[in-house]
């Protein structure tokens, strides 16, 4: 069992950045990739960044070149950097852990890109 812990969400004008922080606390020993999904209204919810724990990355195309995936594994964890935020990045963005028969989910943080 895992516990995650997001923060860092919130209201953004078209252009800025923000920073997304996910710690996770418990039985972290087998997990093996961390990642960062969001879902907007009435869409599914889909992969923004993966990072697993050799450190090799993947972004969704939206989110390349503009969002960057990184751990800290002293502190248990991931965290996403969003610059040249769009209105259409407006979404509530998951944390979630993957690793031997684990699969976990963080409550979610809303990301709200307008002026």
């Known amino acids: 069992q895992v516990q995650l812990v997001e923060s860092g969400g919130g209201l953004v004008q078209p252009g800025g950045s923000l920073r997304l922080s996910c710690v996770v606390s418990?039985?972290?020993?087998?997990?093996?990739?961390m990642a960062w999904y969001r879902q907007a209204p009435r869409k599914q919810r889909e992969l923004v960044a993966i990072i697993t724990n050799d450190g090799r990355t993947n972004y969704a195309d939206s989110a390349q070149g503009r969002f960057t995936i990184s751990r800290d594994n002293a502190k248990n964890a991931v965290n996403l950097q969003m610059n040249s935020l769009k209105p259409e990045d407006t979404a509530v963005y998951y944390c979630?852990?993957?690793?031997?028969?684990?699969?976990?989910w963080g409550q979610g943080t809303q990301v709200t890109v307008s002026f």
């Open positions: 979630n852990v993957r690793g031997f028969g684990l699969n976990s």
């Open positions: 418990g039985s972290t020993f087998s997990i093996y990739a």
